[in-house]
């Protein structure tokens, strides 16, 4: 940008250049008017000069950036988008600061008075041309640019006079925790409230399966409790999080329909209920450390604990929301008794269970993920990286790589993959070997595009396309894999679950790259799961008998048009036993 800007400098400032002597159009402030031309667009002259010095010569095409300006003083926001607003403050800046308007825009150096002249300049244009910058998307007056500590402190006092009229509160965590260094603030916090956490996809670092609170995981795909937790809640607290489709499913008015909802995030637009799929009460502007830190500050004072406003007991509501963890594992006993392939959820449990407390764990996309966060128990100490929110097929391969890297010779990092995933990066097993990065790592071996096949065969009438076996087979693994000299193991026998814990631990324990080929055959069984774009997420399929569901509902049930929704075919209990 430095140099581009250079040459356009030299090239378009260097020399004397005027659309005439007289021209008035080059100025703004220019008080007199063009005998010849109404409109500055009608003069040829003109326009050469325009297209001779304007920005979009010499320069990148800034037109397509979002340019984000801001007046300090009064914490006013204008979001300039680049449709329909844009070419027109680009076309109307003065010559005599075309200069530090191209600095400005592509965030530059620009000294203080200069870049406040440019906003003056953005902010004349914008009343000239009649525009209402409150109706450009992003556009929140409410919203400032610097965190209000005292307008937290406000939104907290109504959070604490919330909690302590509630009776099945609940707090839903996000990656924001981590980016803002307050997991260990977190984990306090909890032990402060006493009431139950749910970590996204991305948070299931933070708040740990071996966590205290931990009430077990929610969304589309939520595994141990089948949201119960968090849709039964009459106050939920979410930090850190974006709120996506995969957590509050297709129904998204269904989501925590009876609680109150606090949303604290850095995020402005997110913030904003006009874009907010499902609207949250009370929107807090805040980094998350900020507001974890103010919260627990503000429970420490002996009243909050004892006396008149003392918070209620929420051991009760705690203890249910556990019991729906243990009594809704997505692991069950009969995926340990014996079949011919070993069943993914059972080895990936076994697997979370053999790995350190300090191990990091690198997961890929679709079916595989599903069964790792369904079936991986995350401890307090391990690090879990994976892409939700992109998903690009064979991450986790190049991810574990650059974990190794980064890692302590006493953590162990593995990779767990698809095979079509590893086909997409397979090329990288030379990068482990030119500098021998000691990854260990597994392919959930299934033959198939697993999450495809399994969308097309609930959605389609059972009809898949593409997926495989028919379409897509992948290769013989340990072949490719002893070409590069990389030692390999097999795991495809599901008759001897001890067996398969005694290959798990010789896997672990190895010293040095190593990748496992795990056989589940053409599984692609993702259970519990939503079903249906009327489904609210607590009523998961394979779905619950009418009087057990009913029994675990503290409010009132959804009740559907046209019947609960089924998958068009499944054989989930014919797998493995072929």
């Not at 640019?145 to 006092?157: E, F, H, R, S």
């Not at 929704?565 to 209990?573: A, L």
Request: glycine share 8%.
């Amino acid at each position: 940008v430095r140099n581009r800007l250079y040459n356009f400098k030299r090239n378009n400032f260097g020399r004397p250049d005027k659309p005439c002597d007289t021209c008035p159009f080059q100025d703004l402030n220019c008080p007199s008017e063009c005998e010849e031309y109404s409109n500055r667009l009608d003069c040829d002259l003109y326009k050469g000069w325009f297209d001779r010095n304007s920005t979009k010569k010499g320069l990148m095409n800034i037109s397509k950036l979002e340019i984000d300006t801001y007046d300090k003083e009064d914490n006013v926001a204008y979001i300039l988008d680049r449709k329909q607003l844009f070419n027109t403050v680009d076309q109307s800046i003065p010559i005599s600061y075309r200069e530090d308007w191209i600095r400005f825009v592509n965030r530059l150096r620009l000294p203080k008075p200069r870049r406040e002249k440019i906003v003056e300049l953005i902010r004349n244009i914008i009343e000239e041309k009649d525009i209402d910058e409150k109706t450009l998307l992003g556009y929140d007056v409410g919203l400032k640019t610097t965190y209000d500590v005292d307008a937290i402190n406000k939104q907290i006092d109504t959070y604490i006079e919330d909690l302590k009229n509630s009776e099945r509160p609940c707090l839903m965590i996000g990656g924001g925790v981590r980016l803002s260094g307050a997991v260990d603030e977190l984990l306090e916090l909890g032990r402060e409230l006493k009431i139950p956490m749910f970590p996204t996809w991305n948070a299931l670092d933070i708040v740990c399966s071996d966590y205290e609170y931990y009430g077990g995981r929610i969304g589309t795909y939520g595994g141990a409790g089948r949201n119960f937790g968090i849709q039964n809640s009459d106050l939920l607290l979410a930090i850190g999080s974006r709120i996506s489709g995969r957590i509050t499913g297709g129904n998204v008015h269904t989501f925590a329909r009876e609680a109150k909802k606090y949303m604290v995030d850095v995020d402005k637009a997110g913030l904003q209920k006009k874009l907010q799929q499902v609207p949250f009460e009370e929107c807090i502007y805040s980094d998350a450390k900020l507001f974890i830190n103010i919260l627990k500050n503000r429970l420490k004072p002996a009243w909050m604990r004892a006396g008149s406003g003392h918070l209620p007991n929420f051991d009760s509501w705690v203890d249910k929301v556990m019991d729906w963890k243990e009594k809704y594992d997505p692991v069950t006993e009969d995926m340990f008794k014996p079949r011919k392939y070993p069943h993914p959820y059972a080895f990936t449990r076994i697997l979370s269970e053999e790995m350190n407390d300090n191990d990091i764990f690198v997961a890929d996309c679709g079916g595989n993920i599903v069964v790792c966060n369904h079936a991986f128990e995350t401890k307090v100490g391990q690090r879990y990286f994976t892409n939700n929110g992109n998903s690009p097929m064979g991450f986790s391969f190049a991810g574990a790589i650059g974990a190794a890297l980064a890692a302590d010779e006493s953590q162990n990092v593995v990779c767990v993959i698809g095979d079509g995933g590893f086909n997409m990066n397979i090329q990288e097993l030379q990068t482990i070997v030119n500098y021998q990065i000691p990854v260990k790592t597994i392919i959930l071996n299934n033959h198939i595009y697993g999450i495809t096949k399994a969308f097309q065969e609930t959605n389609f009438e059972g009809r898949s396309e593409a997926c495989g076996p028919i379409g897509y087979n992948p290769p013989n693994f340990v072949d490719i894999i002893d070409a590069y000299k990389i030692p390999t193991m097999v795991v495809d026998d599901g008759s001897d679950y001890d067996k398969v814990r005694r290959q798990i631990r010789e896997f672990l324990d190895y010293d040095g790259p190593i990748v496992l080929n795990f056989n589940c055959y053409e599984y692609h069984t993702y259970d519990p799961k939503i079903v249906g774009w009327e489904t609210p997420i607590e009523d998961m399929y394979p779905y619950l008998d009418e009087e057990e569901f009913n029994s675990n509902m503290h409010i009132e049930p959804i009740k559907y048009q046209n019947g609960r929704f089924y998958p068009s075919n499944t054989n989930d209990e014919k797998w493995g036993n072929d």
